[in-house]
């Protein structure tokens, strides 16, 4: 085949759109939607790299802060959560051998979660609305600095999200849950109580033990979906009260900032806002390294029932420690800053840890291995993950967070190591595990793509936080700029490296297209030609 | 006084050192398991013994911080310690407004400094003249924001907002506003 024809219809022609059924289909369109918006996260993240370099004319400072704003919430939303929530649509009815409940509230999770994710990155763009993903009290009511309108239809895209991602909670609980047509009755309730890890608790106290109704990885998306249900609301909530000061503003009544306490604001905002970072992420992603030493080895997981445990404890231990994010608010009591910023955040060292020690040792115990794109990206997702965590304890000790609190160490060597490295290599392993499955058999394009996809990233994800946590040891602040290249040597270093992830992202993409043809990707997003629930087409 | 650079001094060492280590564990974890090996599991008396080694490290870093950085139990016991001297500072429109022109503290004192936001959210950070940071603290309207600082070296600090406040915000920058004297 000639490469023309290679990137019309794909790596030797195997892909063929029209053999999908409407699941796979379903799966695939979250992961090419996730993939965009990851492509706009890296290009965001270049632009603001020089700007923190040089600031240049073309992008105003108002334009650089709407950058700032969208960046995160277009990475975690727009693409982060497109991701998962196609993985884990498919995973988990693949994973209890029944049909998803409802196709068509997994559609309008990923339509919400699109438009919405667009209607804010578009809002931002246009209107400069900029108050970050943090929204301290007052800021998102500040209308000397934000446009009302562009600020609403901020909110209003946030809020799409939020309930494209109720509709994911609910069809993956009812998943677990429900009788399929002709099935015998399921035991709903057995079944979500061993999702959640009750039926493991239970089991601490009593002498008859109940079996685990249902398998690991689907208990860790359960319990993460647990802490997105909290997320979603909290956020839907504090997004309603904006809107009021907004609606307020727009009728020409300025409603008092001071009728909601910043503190107390403050506390409940983070409280929801850490069940991604500290929540939902560690367990997700305990739960896929899990899935995939165990699909990887074809090995039982070491210390499964360790393992469970630990699941459980990381879904309480998410619900105690938003604290460390106030451990610079000096009217925050003293005994939250300890007990949920220090002691209980320390926990997360261990159930991190634990999750790290298990599946290498899963991995260990199935020597020789072949060192396959999943493998090695689950290797470094592994790798990111050891040094995002301890950077993370360092800042949440009260002492050290005097002098680290909204420096660049905090977003470099723990947010983007622990985001760049450790959730995203750990989804690109997903992808290239699942790639063949999800495909009906496609063959990647190139391994050495691969390779370069895995180095690139790689370096330069570890790169960029090493070099952006030293400025920041140095003094210098995130969420500000600086106008006399006072950091300028560890910013350009940095800079490098985010053009290495750019070229990492391009050749990944590239060598994705080049495997499903531009005509599969087109295919995948016209209606599938099989009618059923099956994910996978029946063999002959 | 132990101060902010000593104890970065301190944590860049003590991480880098893990860097590399976890670097080394990850290369050759990642050599060996594509190689084959004994057919010998990880032994459980293993896995329970790194489970009490990151026990003892996260309860333990922050017993060292608190005897070893002097302001973490000043912070935590401020409000029954006097101050030698006290600085009140007004936030308002991205602004600061300081008592006078020039903080000037003499060396060796115990300084308050009660801090006001009249609006958002801002964060008062002091930095030297080479833009390493001293100490900073969240400035949250409506409430009590203050923060206690031994001073023992002859220096020149400049105040610095340490939070995002809108794109108004970026110059929040008082250079050379407070003087440590004999």
Redesign the interface.
């Known amino acids: 085949m000639t490469l023309i024809q290679t990137f019309l219809r794909g790596e030797k022609g195997l892909f063929k759109a029209e053999s999908l059924t409407p699941m796979q289909k379903l799966a695939l369109r979250f992961v090419v939607v996730g993939l965009i918006y990851y492509g706009f996260v890296v290009f965001e993240g270049v632009i603001m790299r020089i700007y923190e370099i040089q600031p240049f004319s073309y992008v105003t400072h108002e334009q650089f802060f709407a950058i700032l704003t969208a960046h995160p919430l277009v990475g975690i939303f727009g693409s982060t959560y497109a991701i998962v929530f196609g993985a884990f649509l498919f995973l988990v009815p693949f994973l209890m051998k029944k049909p998803l409940w409802s196709i068509k509230l997994a559609n309008w999770t990923l339509w919400l979660t699109t438009i919405g994710t667009l209607t804010f990155w578009l809002a931002g763009f246009v209107s400069h609305y900029s108050p970050l993903y943090t929204l301290y009290w007052p800021l998102p009511a500040d209308f000397t600095q934000f446009s009302v309108l562009g600020g609403t239809f901020f909110i209003l895209g946030v809020a799409l999200v939020m309930v494209g991602t109720l509709f994911f909670v609910l069809n993956i609980f009812k998943t677990i849950t429900y009788t399929p047509e002709g099935w015998e009755k399921q035991p709903g309730c057995a079944l979500i109580k061993s999702a959640l890890g009750l039926t493991g608790l239970s089991n601490l106290f009593t002498r008859k033990k109940q079996e685990h109704l249902v398998s690991l990885p689907v208990a860790a998306v359960a319990r993460g979906t647990v802490d997105m249900a909290f997320n979603a609301i909290i956020i839907t909530f504090t997004g309603v009260l904006i809107l009021i000061y907004m609606v307020a503003a727009l009728f020409g009544e300025n409603l008092q900032h001071s009728l909601i306490d910043a503190l107390l604001y403050k506390n409940w905002f983070w409280w929801g806002l850490d069940l991604i970072a500290d929540g939902l992420v560690l367990i997700f992603v305990a739960g896929t390294w899990y899935l995939l030493a165990t699909l990887i080895t074809g090995k039982k997981l070491f210390m499964e029932n360790i393992a469970r445990a630990a699941l459980f404890v990381e879904m309480v231990v998410s619900w105690t420690v938003w604290s460390h994010h106030l451990m610079s608010d000096q009217a925050q009591p003293g005994i939250l800053k300890i007990l949920s910023g220090e002691m209980v955040t320390a926990f997360e060292l261990i159930t991190q840890g634990l999750a790290f020690f298990i599946t290498l040792a899963t991995l260990w115990s199935a020597r020789p291995l072949k060192m396959t794109p999943p493998l090695k990206f689950l290797l470094g997702g592994l790798l990111g993950f050891a040094l995002a965590v301890p950077a993370g304890i360092m800042q949440a000790d009260l002492g050290l967070n005097r002098i680290l609190h909204n420096t660049q160490w905090v977003v470099g060597p723990h947010v983007h190591v622990a985001v760049l490295v450790g959730l995203s290599m750990t989804l690109y392993s997903a992808i290239y595990f699942l790639l063949p499955i999800l495909t009906n058999g496609a063959k990647l394009y190139s391994e050495k793509l691969a390779n370069i996809h895995f180095w690139a990233h790689l370096i330069g994800g570890i790169g960029m936080g090493a070099f952006m946590g030293m400025a920041g040891l140095h003094g210098m602040l995130r969420r500000t700029l600086y106008f006399n290249g006072e950091f300028n040597t560890y910013m350009i270093l940095a800079g490098l490296c985010g053009a290495l992830l750019l070229l990492a992202f391009l050749v990944f993409f590239i060598n994705i297209v080049m495997t499903v043809g531009l005509n599969g990707v087109i295919g995948i997003f016209s209606p599938a030609k099989i009618k059923t629930k099956d994910l996978l087409p029946k063999t002959e | 006084m132990v101060d ?1 650079t000593m ?2 001094a301190g ?2 060492i003590a ?1 880098t050192l ?2 590399i280590v ?2 080394a564990l ?1 290369a050759w ?2 050599y ?6 004994k057919e010998s ?2 032994k ?1 008396s293993l ?1 329970y013994s ?2 009490a080694l ?2 003892v ?3 333990s ?2 017993i060292v ?2 005897e ?2 002097p ?2 139990p000043l ?2 016991n401020r409000a029954d310690i006097t101050a030698d001297a006290e600085f009140n500072i007004v936030i308002a429109d991205h602004q600061f407004t300081l008592p006078s022109d020039k903080l000037i503290i003499k060396q060796g004192q115990l300084v308050r400094f009660n801090v006001e936001s009249k ?3 801002y ?1 008062f ?1 002091l ?2 003249a ?9 400035v ?8 206690l600082w031994k001073f023992d070296r002859l220096e020149t600090y400049s105040i ?1 907002s ?9 110059n929040m920058i008082v250079r050379d506003a407070i003087d440590v004297v004999q």
Do not use: C
């Open positions: 902010s104890v970065l944590q860049t991480y893990y860097v976890i670097l990850m974890f990642a060996k398991i594509t190689r084959a090996g599991p990880v459980p896995f790194f489970v990151l026990v490290i996260g309860v870093l922050h911080t608190h070893t950085i302001w973490k912070d935590l609006d958002l959210t964060g950070g930095f030297r080479d833009n390493s940071m001293v100490f900073q603290m969240q949250l309207p409506g409430h009590k924001n203050d923060i610095r340490t939070e995002y406040s809108g794109w108004k915000g970026i």
